[in-house]
């Protein structure tokens, strides 16, 4: 029978299965930055040996393509996080295996991080280095400790809705990427000029090499955390509801 005048009616529109999220924000991020890569070497303005990540994205072309391709991921990484925090949420809700409070702070955290990756691809390394530099502390500070906080909870949440196995991986992974992220900082402190045309030899090359291996560690290391998402969200549905009032 159809509703009658002003009556409200649910409409509703299912989408089993959220797992193309994660598995986008991997794929979208690896392609950003293995093409900003690829277009920096073949115009010579990076040498191919391990440069920055942003150095990749400084100059055109790349620069538009690695600015562009690094927002999608920031909004991507923010769609992710704030679908595994109503994960953790409803499952916290029978099981108590955490503080809601930590859930949500471990949300604000990656989305800090994520508000971070966009000031970096919005200002570029040499256009403004200070503000670059801060979105690049930001973004790898804040996901560095989010992926540490999402491990603890996964652990925290064994046998339940996480197997051991998923744990240890996203320990391991979060481990090695705090461990590089500490001398990334630390060398990157000890280079006392701003440019990406670096050649074995010169002055700071030595730490801006080692900078750079870690960075591109931390980087890949967030890629491959949110990888082991895909089997959690394969596993959730979302149900969108809307509620339409007929005019009498």
Not at 21 to 32: F, K
């Amino acid at each position: 029978m159809p509703p009658r005048a002003g009556q409200p009616r649910a409409m509703l529109c299912f989408m089993p299965g959220v797992a193309f999220v994660p598995a986008l924000l991997v794929t979208w991020s690896s392609a950003a930055f293995i093409i900003s890569y690829v277009i920096a070497v073949l115009e010579g303005h990076v040498e191919p040996l391990v440069p920055y990540i942003s150095d990749t994205g400084t100059k055109p072309p790349e620069s538009g393509i690695f600015g562009f391709m690094i927002n999608i991921s920031a909004l991507l990484g923010a769609i992710t996080m704030y679908i595994r925090y109503l994960i953790i949420k409803k499952q916290n809700e029978s099981s108590h295996f955490i503080r809601s409070s930590c859930n949500m702070f471990s949300l604000c955290i990656g989305l800090m991080g994520c508000t971070g990756m966009g000031i970096v691809a919005t200002f570029q390394e040499l256009s403004v280095p200070s503000v670059h530099d801060i979105g690049a502390l930001v973004a790898f500070g804040s996901g560095v400790v989010y992926i540490t906080l999402q491990s603890i909870i996964s652990y925290k949440s064994c046998p339940q809705w996480n197997t051991y196995f998923v744990c240890h991986i996203r320990m391991a992974i979060s481990v090695i990427s705090c461990i590089a992220f500490i001398p990334m900082i630390v060398f990157a402190s000890k280079i006392s000029m701003t440019k990406i045309d670096w050649t074995p030899g010169e002055k700071d090359y030595t730490y801006h090499f080692m900078s750079a291996i870690c960075e591109w560690t931390v980087a890949f290391g967030f890629i491959f955390f949110f990888l082991t998402f895909i089997r959690d969200f394969q596993r959730v549905s979302l149900r969108i509801s809307t509620e339409i009032h007929e005019d009498s």
